[in-house]
C-alpha cells in the first residue's frame, strides 16, 4: 500500500479591511519547521483604522520579506515545492476563511494540486495560542507571528 506523507502548513495573512481585503503580510509555518514571511505593497486608504493602529507598526523590521505582488507567486510555490515531502502532500492549515482565499489569491488560482486547504478553526486550543504569543513576547496580528501561533496550539483531536 502507498500511503502518502502529509505535513501541515499553518498559514495567517494581514489585510486591509474585513470588506475588500487585500494582502498585506503572509506568514507560514510547517509543523516540521520551515517559515515563509512576506510583505507587499498595499493601499493605505484601503487600511481600517485598527489596520493602521495594529498591524502596519509591526511591517518592516525585514526587508527580504518586502515583495512585488508577482514575485510573492514566485516565492512562495519555491516555498511550498522546498517544504513539500517527496511525492507528499501540503495540508494548508488556515484558521479563517480570509486566509486561505488570499493565499489562493496569492498564487494567481494556481494551488499545485499537492496541496490542500484545511480550515482547522476547531482545532486551535486558544489558551494556547495566546501562552504562545505570552512565553515568547511576540505581539498578535503579524502573520507569522499567528501562523507560528497557530502551529503550537493545533490539536488534531480538539472537539469543542
Known sequence: MDLQVAINVFIDTEFTDFADPQLISIGMASETGEEFYAEIPYDLQHCSEFVKETVLPMLGYASEAEMTKDDLREKIARWLRITRPR????????????????????????????????????????????????????????ALNDARANRYAFQESLIH
Request: hydrophobic share 35%.
Open 87 to 142: 511525492h507528499g502532500v501540503l495540508r494548508i492549515c488556515y484558521d479563517y476563511q480570509t486566509d486561505w482565499d488570499l493565499f489562493v489569491e496569492a498564487m494567481g488560482g494556481q494551488i499545485p494540486t499537492w496541496c490542500i486547504g484545511r480550515l482547522v478553526a476547531d482545532r486551535i486550543n486558544e489558551l494556547l495560542r495566546r501562552e504562545y504569543h505570552q512565553q515568547n513576547c511576540l505581539p498578535e496580528h503579524h
